[in-house]
């Protein structure tokens, strides 16, 4: 177990992760739909090539499932991609993180599991989190925020469906039917609101999917050679590192009261992931 390593490789995968929100906000001229397009188009390079090169079947087993999955998350990637244009980059991903504590309740529900006593005070903590964010941040608009409480919500579902799906398939054939799926949407969505990239915005819009799968390479990585309650609370890293693109390349300001609701969401949820392990 090389957990030094592994924080190497976290590092790298959260970094490429705020790459990605960091063009996302570069291109809020550009529609959600439209970057929902390339970020997965650009995708489809790296995971149909990982497939057939491995000779792994693309069509999978569950199939409609893996639909399933692909529709949740096309969901929820569109509804984020639309938040960014209303709210701080930080404060977007922060709040999309919430997804974990939505997949806690879905489980509770729809898989029939329990969650503890200190689960609760934790996602109580990263609730008021939002609260303070919302409720003492007076900068913080009302409907960026239900858009990305919504991709949260539908982000936790794609937590259920995977768990659901098992390891009766590969999960970059997970990946795929999700990029492709994506794809279909994005691309069909756009149609009507394209507007033509600018010279570096289309190497921008391709660079979308490409940090976005090496984001996922790298974060599995690490999850394969050191244990998960040693690398776990490193995926929170993202948040950080895309508060400070959001400060110092597009002159985001977070009040004391925004800083103080995202940290208490990490924290709340930092301890969960701790405590869960």
Known sequence: ???KLAIKFMIISTMAFACMNGIV??????????????RSVSSLFFTFGFLLKNNIPLLG????????????????????????KYLPIGTAVSLR??????????????????????????????????????????????????LIFLSAVFSGLVYIV????????????????????????????SINHWINPVGIEWFMLLGLGVFGYFGQVYMTKAFQI???????????????????????????????????GIALIIGGLILNALYKK
Not at 25 to 38: D, E, G, S, T
Not at 63 to 74: D, Q, Y
Not at 99 to 108: G, H, L, R, T
């Open 1 to 3: 177990m090389d957990v």
């Open 226 to 260: 050191a244990a998960t309650n040693q690398v776990a609370p490193l995926k929170y890293l993202e948040v950080i590192f895309t508060v400070l693109f959001g400060v110092f390349i597009f002159s985001e300001v977070y009040t004391l009261w925004s800083l103080l």
């Open 25 to 38: 906000k570069h291109l809020v001229h550009i529609n959600a739909y439209q970057i929902v397009f390339f």
């Open 162 to 189: 995977i768990s659901k799906i098992g390891r009766k398939d590969h999960p970059v054939v997970i990946v795929n039917y999700f990029m492709v799926i994506s794809t279909i949407v994005g691309g069909v969505l």
């Open 61 to 84: 087993n569950n199939r409609k499932l893996l639909v399933l999955r692909g529709v949740v998350g096309v969901t929820s990637m569109t509804l984020f991609f639309m938040s960014t």
């Open 97 to 146: 993180y919430m997804a974990p504590i939505f997949a806690a309740i879905f489980a509770v529900f729809l898989l029939k599991e329990n969650i503890k006593l200190p689960q609760w005070f934790f996602f109580f903590m990263a609730f008021a989190g939002v609260l303070v964010l919302k409720g003492l941040d007076t900068q913080l608009n009302s409907y960026g925020l239900l």
